[in-house]
C-alpha cells in the first residue's frame, strides 16, 4: 500500500522559514517524480513544486521560485520542502503527492504564518 | 498560466439524480507526447484529494463506474451518473500539460 506521511508543519513568523518532510513508503520511490501541492484554508490547490526521480530537475510555480527549494533522498525515500522568506498568504495545508501528476496523495501538514 | 474554469461552481443534486461539471482551458491540453493531461479530483470534507479520472477519461482503480470523463482540446466534462451521499465535496479538474500545472477553482456538490 502506497504511504505518503508529511511532517515538519506548524506555527512560524513572517520572515521565517520551516523544512517539511514526507516519508514514503509501499512503492519504489526513486522511479517516480514526487510532487508539493498547497491548500490554504477554504480555498482550492495549487501546484507548487515538482521534482524528477534523480532529484535533477525541479520546477517551481512563480509564487515560491527563489524562497522555496524541493528536494529528495532516495535512499531515505523521502521528499522534502525547504520554505524561507515565509508570508502570511504561505498560510496552507501542504500535501506531498506522486504517480502521473496525482494518483496518490498525503494526509497534508499545516503550515500557519502569522506573528 | 493555463487556466481552468469550471462550471457550475455549486452543484445542489438530488440522490439517484445525475451530475455534470464542466472544465474548459484556456489552451489546448494536448501535449507534445499526444497524451492530454486532464485529470479530475474528488475532495471529501476534511479529506486530502483523491484522484478519479486521469488522461480525461480513464477511470483510477477503486473509482465507482458512475463516474466518468469525457472532452478535448479545451472542453472536458466529469460525469457522475447517479449521486450517492458519499460523493458529497468538492470536485476539481486539472491540466497537467503545461507547467505550472493548474486546478480549476472547483465545483461544490451538495445534496437538495
Known amino acids: 500500500e502506497v504511504q505518503l506521511v508529511e511532517s515538519g508543519g506548524g506555527l512560524v513568523q513572517p520572515g521565517g522559514s520551516l523544512r517539511l518532510s514526507c516519508a514514503a513508503s509501499?512503492?519504489?520511490?526513486?522511479?517516480?517524480?514526487m510532487y508539493w501541492v498547497r491548500q490554504a484554508p477554504g480555498k482550492g490547490l495549487e501546484w507548487m513544486a515538482i521534482i524528477k526521480q534523480d532529484g535533477s530537475e525541479q520546477y517551481y510555480v512563480d509564487s515560491v521560485k527563489g524562497r522555496f527549494t524541493i528536494s529528495r533522498d532516495n535512499a531515505k525515500n523521502s521528499l522534502y520542502l525547504q520554505m524561507n522568506s515565509l508570508r502570511a498568504e504561505d498560510t496552507a495545508m501542504y500535501y506531498c503527492?506522486?504517480?502521473?501528476?496525482?494518483?496518490?496523495w498525503g494526509q497534508g501538514t499545516l503550515v500557519t504564518v502569522s506573528s | 498560466d493555463v487556466v481552468m474554469t469550471q462550471s457550475p461552481l455549486s452543484l445542489p443534486v438530488t440522490l439517484g439524480q445525475p451530475a455534470s461539471i464542466s472544465c474548459r482551458s484556456s489552451?489546448?491540453?494536448?501535449?507534445?507526447?499526444?497524451?492530454?493531461?486532464l485529470n479530475w479530483f474528488q475532495q471529501r470534507p476534511g479529506q486530502s484529494p483523491r484522484r478519479l479520472i486521469n488522461?480525461?477519461?480513464n477511470r483510477d482503480s477503486g473509482v465507482p463506474d458512475r463516474f466518468s470523463g469525457s472532452g478535448s482540446g479545451t472542453d472536458f466534462t466529469l460525469k457522475i451518473s447517479r449521486v450517492e451521499a458519499e460523493d458529497v465535496g468538492v470536485y476539481y479538474c486539472m491540466q497537467g500539460t503545461h507547467w505550472p500545472w493548474t486546478f480549476g477553482q472547483g465545483t461544490k456538490v451538495e445534496i437538495k
Open positions: 489552451q489546448s491540453l494536448v501535449h507534445s507526447d499526444g497524451n492530454t493531461y
Open positions: 509501499g512503492f519504489t520511490f526513486s522511479n517516480f517524480w
Open positions: 488522461k480525461v477519461s
Open positions: 503527492a506522486t504517480d502521473s501528476r496525482g494518483r496518490f
